[in-house]
């Protein structure tokens, strides 16, 4: 399956947009890029995905390399309840049944 | 809608002891997972079921065992408890298993074992 590398931390100040990183060096073509995020003592929730094309929702953007090796997920104000795990996820077809594999993620804390 | 509901909240367990963790949700989702997560790590899937009737291993499934009698219901088994299983345990379900269909999480329990 493959992997997805990401910071271990970051952090940024209140209403700054925030870039996260995520490496995925040995992607398919047919695997999608999702990111989930946890918010403390909570369970993960869903954030945004996408295939090659960057995408945009209420909550975030999500940016893609043009040869899919990485992604950016891009917080555009970042507030104190965005201070959360982001996880960087790659779901394929092979994946049947087990196609959600959580790293470490990368802890965002988000100063006043 | 409830979402995906899971109980108790906190439990605390002595070696040995066996117990089952509760997990329901009112959407109508085929596909129903149980995850565990150690502290600083990422989830890790235990078992999932893809229907009623219909259940799987994860990656870490030894000591638990489940079973899928409704589409709403995937309770999880501890069989003999050991402090190694000390962690939070997620339930999530979504509607399909497509690359593209969301996962949703309950929101945890925590299980101590002494």
């Known amino acids: 399956d493959a992997k997805t590398t990401q910071p271990n931390s970051m952090e940024s100040n209140e209403e700054e947009p925030v870039h996260l990183p995520c490496n995925h060096s040995t992607i398919s073509g047919t695997d999608y890029i999702h990111w989930y995020r946890q918010l403390p003592s909570q369970g993960p929730e869903y954030v945004i995905h996408?295939?090659?094309s960057n995408v945009n929702n209420r909550m975030a953007s999500l940016a893609i390399a043009e040869d899919r090796k990485s992604s950016t997920l891009i917080l555009h104000r970042a507030t104190l309840r965005d201070a959360a795990v982001y996880y960087c996820i790659l779901r394929g077809r092979n994946n049947y049944g087990q196609n959600f594999v959580f790293g470490p993620g990368t802890r965002l804390s988000v100063l006043p | 809608n409830a979402g995906v509901t899971q109980t108790p909240k906190f439990q605390v367990l002595k070696t040995g002891q066996s117990m089952t963790l509760q997990c329901a949700q009112d959407?109508?989702?085929?596909?129903m997972s149980w995850y565990r997560q150690d502290p600083g790590m990422g989830l890790r899937l235990i078992h999932y079921?893809?229907?009623?009737?219909?259940?799987d291993q994860g990656e870490v499934p030894n000591g638990y065992n489940v079973s899928r009698s409704t589409t709403e219901d995937f309770p999880l088994r501890l069989l003999s408890a050991a402090p190694s299983q000390t962690s939070v345990y997620f339930c999530?379900?979504?509607?399909?298993?497509?690359?593209?269909?969301?996962?949703?999480f309950g929101p945890g329990t925590r299980l101590t074992v002494l």
């Open positions: 959407m109508n989702h085929e596909y």
């Open positions: 999530a379900s979504s509607s399909r298993t497509g690359v593209t269909d969301t996962q949703y």
């Open positions: 079921s893809v229907g009623a009737g219909i259940t």
């Open positions: 996408g295939l090659t």
